[in-house]
């Protein structure tokens, strides 16, 4: 079973930025696609952000540029670098842990982005 922690949510005024972090335990990481996505209210869960275990990244278009997703295998942690954020920006941001054959989630955490 693994748990993900996030943290590093909050307020923020627009322009302004947010780094958020998600702490996996067990020992799959390191062969683990990790993923960050967002939940607005009244809207659907949206991908926002993919690192893959060998490193390679994605994102969503509405992030591109202002994004940057990464993770440090040797801590079990993915990082959401958050810069030039937006109102649109506001929402509960989850991590996600997938293999081929297991997805796991973290409890979310909330992101404001409000003057």
């Known amino acids: 079973q693994v748990q993900l922690v996030e943290s590093g949510g909050g307020l923020v005024q627009p322009g302004g930025s947010l780094r958020l972090s998600c702490a996996a335990s067990?020992?799959?990481?390191?062969?683990?696609?990790m993923n960050w996505y967002r939940q607005a209210p009244g809207k659907q869960r949206e991908l926002v952000a993919t690192?893959?275990?060998?490193?390679?990244?994605n994102y969503a278009d509405s992030v591109k540029g202002r994004f940057t997703i990464s993770r440090d295998n040797a801590k079990n942690t993915v990082y959401l670098q958050m810069n030039s954020l937006k109102s649109d920006d506001t929402a509960v941001y989850y991590c996600?842990?997938?293999?081929?054959?297991?997805?796991?989630w973290g409890q979310g955490t909330q992101v404001t982005v409000s003057a």
């Open positions: 996600n842990l997938a293999t081929i054959t297991q997805n796991f």
């Open positions: 067990g020992n799959i990481f390191s062969i683990s696609t």
């Open positions: 690192i893959a275990s060998s490193g390679n990244t």
